[in-house]
């Protein structure tokens, strides 16, 4: 639980257009995330988050807890294109952008587009394959685009990745580097349900799957819709200054090495507005931001290795700067 900074006397408001609709429509996506994903209400929220966001998103944990679970979920709860990629250590990057292939009936090569050209792409185990097929996806990532011999492919809008991952611990894993990190906008941890929910879990997948009967409530032009209505919403000059402040106390704290990016702010903004809409808010509030830093920056930041013997992690360290940081 995280210390709340002092607010501003006052927050400005400014209706968004539709908002009750927004939230009614985000509110709709989350219900069949839910329940899916049983007793991890807020993994369930922050991946629906990290859609209205526009943003990637990793998901971390031991085998077996529902990492791929809860990416199907959400892409079965949008009636939108979507690519699966099974990443193992003899993929190759073309198995994941596409190539040129000659067709001789017209004496042409022929590009084919691989399954990063969808809606909402779902990585399993992204860090079983090597660090070169892993950076196949950051100009898709962030560009929104992908370049083969030398031509540029367009990737349609939405686009998001949601990737998975086991503990880099784990034998046969290769740590994501810091740029490919970066571009995910948060990182989640599933866990493991409590006794009421796990057993629920048990009745519920006795006979069939729960995604079996998932249906989707919008379709990828609505969501669209919903993610240009959303980055409208308001957010004070305050609260700007506020993750401007956050993100440069990082860059200075002794126990950071590598503090947020510039993007990693952009991020935790955009998320927050995604926040608010599904609360049914107009406006962004401190707490939108407190309540997504340790997700959407934890993952980024390098400790320094006498940090990492002290046993601190990049959640504590967030902490005690959310703790030090005032809303001006």
Known sequence: MTTTAPLAPAWPRRLAPKNSEVRQRAQAILERVASVV???????????VALLAEGHLLIEDVPGVGKTTLAKALAAS???????????PDLMPSDIIGSHVYRADTSDFEFIPGPVFAHLVIGDEINRASPKTQS???EAMQEGHVTVDGKTYPLPRPFI????????????????PEAQRDRFMARVAVGYP????????LDAQEVSDPLDGLTPVLSAAEVLGLITSIRG????????????????????????????????????????KAAAALDGREHVLPDDVQRLLPATWSHRLVLTRSARAQGQTAETVLDELMRRVPVR
Do not use: C
């Open 78 to 88: 949008i009636a939108a294109t979507t690519g699966r990629i099974q990443f193992t």
């Open 136 to 138: 196949a996806l950051l």
């Open 233 to 272: 919403l308001y957010a004070a000059p305050a609260i700007k200054r506020y993750i401007a402040d956050l993100a440069r106390a990082t860059r200075g704290a002794p126990p950071i090495a590598l503090g947020a990016s510039p993007r990693a702010a952009i991020q935790l903004l955009r998320a927050a």
């Open 161 to 176: 990745v949601v990737a998975t991952q086991n503990p880099v611990e784990m034998e046969g894993t290769y740590a994501l």
């Open 194 to 201: 409590d006794l009421a929910h796990e057993i629920a879990l």
């Open 38 to 48: 049983r007793g991890r209400p807020e993994a369930a929220r922050l991946a629906v």
